[in-house]
């Protein structure tokens, strides 16, 4: 089987709109959660989210071209980009055998909730030509794919909140069964708006803390009460490891696991066996190493927390071998399918940098979340081994393991 390394990041998201400032706002304990300002949230029982700031999508398409495609696939272009260029490429690269792996989890809900409104209001003649392939999931790996001039194979991964981890975890199943030697992956979201708060604020999954945002999301704090949606995206340059070398890339680490599980128990509430099963592929396929540092999945929902804790406890054998664990949720709020993708991003960073990540808004311990979730502030550490947990609605799950070579 063929190994596979990263060589190039990228991201943005609601604390920095490139890599290093939101791993920077991250570790400092910035929050980017705020008020609702891309549409008035006045009628809503939820009036806050983490909005990507400050982006220009003209400095990503050409200005005739923005409109053609939805924000989520502006926010994969920007973080598409910011890999390449890190990745740095020569010219003269093999573009037959470079694929794309994308993930989201909704894709183009603002279109959909616009297009939906003309149609009702001024009918169906008056719907954009561009609505349909501006707003398709799959869409994001075509615009990367079409500004990069990558030919090789263009997978989607669509699998709600683990659909960033499950794009990287295909990537590499691509490179190792020499389907193509080196792979794009961009996951991106933006849902952020009327029908997408709406819609999670009907199932009561997220935090109503309107009054004070910057404290609403609590990853495994005892007064948690929901998610705060969040918005961005991430992207990752997969290699296979010889011919990184042979070019004399930089190389971030290796993907020595990953898992993947299905939970078969219920629509929106997830179980413990089903990540347990995912984390337990993933550390078996690594060779069940030390991890040194787990980046929870951590949505600061009730059951999400209190279940990642005990599956986490139950995969290494009991609290007392278990690792610092931190989620940046509190920090960004959920970006859903772009989560995984910005996770594992920050896990390579966390690495080349030996710095835990800090879960913030942690005040209150809660008797069923008992392990150390780095609460006080991000913590220097040697990683040579870290864990990236994603699970998603339908029972959906994805864990990463990355390794420092």
Same mark, same amino acid.
């Given at each position: 089987?063929?190994?596979?390394?990263?060589?190039?990041?990228?991201?943005?998201?609601?604390?920095?709109?490139?890599?290093?400032?939101?791993?920077?706002?991250?570790? !400092?304990?910035?929050?980017?959660?705020?008020?609702?300002?891309?549409? +008035?949230?006045?009628? %809503?029982?939820?009036?806050?989210?983490?909005?990507?700031? #400050? @982006?220009?999508?003209?400095?990503?398409?050409?200005?005739?071209?923005?409109?053609?495609? +939805?924000?989520?696939?502006? %926010?994969?272009?920007?973080?598409?980009?910011?890999?390449?260029?890190?990745?740095? @490429?020569?010219? !003269?690269? +093999?573009?037959?055998? %470079?694929?794309?792996?994308?993930?989201?989890?909704?894709?183009?809900?603002?279109?959909?909730?616009?297009?939906?409104?003309?149609?009702?209001?001024?009918?169906?003649?008056?719907?954009?030509? @561009?609505?349909?392939?501006?707003?398709?999931? #799959?869409?994001?790996?075509?615009?990367?794919?079409?500004?990069?001039?990558?030919?090789?194979?263009?997978?989607?991964?669509?699998?709600?909140?683990?659909?960033?981890?499950?794009?990287?975890?295909?990537?590499?199943?691509?490179?190792?069964?020499?389907?193509?030697?080196?792979?794009?992956?961009?996951?991106?979201?933006?849902?952020? &708006?009327?029908?997408?708060?709406?819609? @999670?604020?009907?199932?009561?999954?997220?935090? &109503?803390?309107? +009054?004070?945002?910057?404290?609403?999301?609590?990853?495994?704090?005892?007064?948690?009460?929901?998610?705060?949606?969040?918005?961005?995206?991430?992207?990752?340059?997969?290699?296979?490891?010889?011919?990184?070398?042979?070019?004399?890339?930089?190389?971030?680490?290796?993907?020595?696991?990953?898992?993947?599980?299905?939970?078969?128990?219920?629509?929106?509430?997830?179980?413990?066996?089903?990540?347990?099963?995912?984390?337990?592929?993933?550390?078996?396929?690594?060779?069940?190493?030390?991890?040194?540092?787990?980046?929870?999945?951590?949505?600061? &929902?009730?059951?999400?927390?209190?279940?990642?804790?005990?599956?986490?406890?139950?995969?290494?054998?009991?609290?007392?071998?278990?690792?610092?664990?931190?989620? =940046?949720?509190?920090?960004?709020?959920?970006?859903?399918?772009?989560?995984?993708? =910005?996770?594992?991003?920050?896990?390579?960073?966390?690495?080349? !940098?030996?710095?835990?990540?800090?879960?913030?808004?942690?005040?209150?311990?809660?008797?069923?979340?008992?392990?150390?979730?780095?609460?006080?502030?991000?913590?220097?550490?040697?990683?040579?081994?870290?864990?990236?947990?994603?699970?998603?609605?339908?029972?959906?799950?994805?864990?990463? =393991?990355?390794?420092?070579?």
């Amino acid at each position: 089987m063929r190994r596979v390394v990263v060589t190039g990041l990228g991201m943005i998201n609601s604390v920095g709109n490139d890599k290093e400032s939101s791993f920077k706002a991250i570790c !400092d304990g910035e929050c980017g959660i705020d008020t609702i300002t891309i549409f +008035d949230p006045e009628n %809503f029982s939820v009036k806050i989210a983490g909005e990507v700031k #400050n @982006f220009d999508p003209e400095t990503v398409m050409p200005p005739k071209e923005v409109k053609k495609a +939805d924000r989520f696939i502006h %926010f994969g272009l920007k973080a598409a980009a910011e890999a390449m260029e890190d990745a740095g @490429f020569p010219e !003269d690269i +093999d573009k037959t055998r %470079f694929g794309i792996s994308a993930g989201s989890g909704i894709g183009g809900l603002p279109s959909i909730e616009k297009n939906s409104v003309i149609l009702e209001t001024r009918g169906p003649r008056r719907i954009s030509p @561009f609505f349909i392939p501006g707003a398709l999931v #799959n869409m994001l790996g075509g615009f990367v794919s079409i500004e990069h001039g990558v030919q090789g194979p263009n997978l989607s991964s669509v699998t709600a909140c683990a659909a960033g981890t499950h794009a990287v975890s295909e990537a590499c199943k691509t490179i190792m069964c020499n389907g193509a030697d080196r792979m794009l992956v961009v996951s991106a979201e933006s849902a952020i &708006t009327g029908v997408g708060v709406g819609g @999670f604020a009907a199932m009561k999954a997220l935090s &109503t803390r309107n +009054d004070d945002p910057k404290h609403a999301s609590r990853p495994f704090d005892a007064g948690r009460d929901g998610f705060v949606m969040g918005e961005g995206a991430a992207a990752l340059v997969l290699e296979e490891y010889e011919m990184a070398v042979a070019r004399g890339a930089k190389i971030y680490g290796e993907v020595i696991g990953f898992g993947e599980s299905g939970d078969a128990n219920h629509i929106t509430t997830p179980s413990l066996d089903g990540p347990a099963r995912a984390m337990k592929a993933a550390y078996e396929m690594a060779g069940r190493p030390k991890v040194d540092y787990v980046n929870a999945h951590g949505t600061s &929902t009730p059951i999400n927390d209190k279940n990642e804790t005990a599956a986490v406890k139950e995969l290494l054998g009991g609290k007392e071998n278990c690792p610092p664990m931190s989620s =940046i949720k509190g920090q960004i709020g959920h970006c859903l399918g772009a989560a995984g993708g =910005i996770e594992a991003v920050t896990c390579l960073m966390a690495m080349r !940098d030996g710095i835990i990540p800090p879960t913030i808004n942690y005040e209150t311990p809660d008797e069923n979340c008992d392990l150390d979730y780095v609460t006080e502030g991000a913590r220097k550490a040697e990683l040579n081994v870290v864990m990236s947990n994603s699970f998603g609605f339908g029972g959906t799950n994805g864990v990463l =393991i990355f390794k420092k070579i």
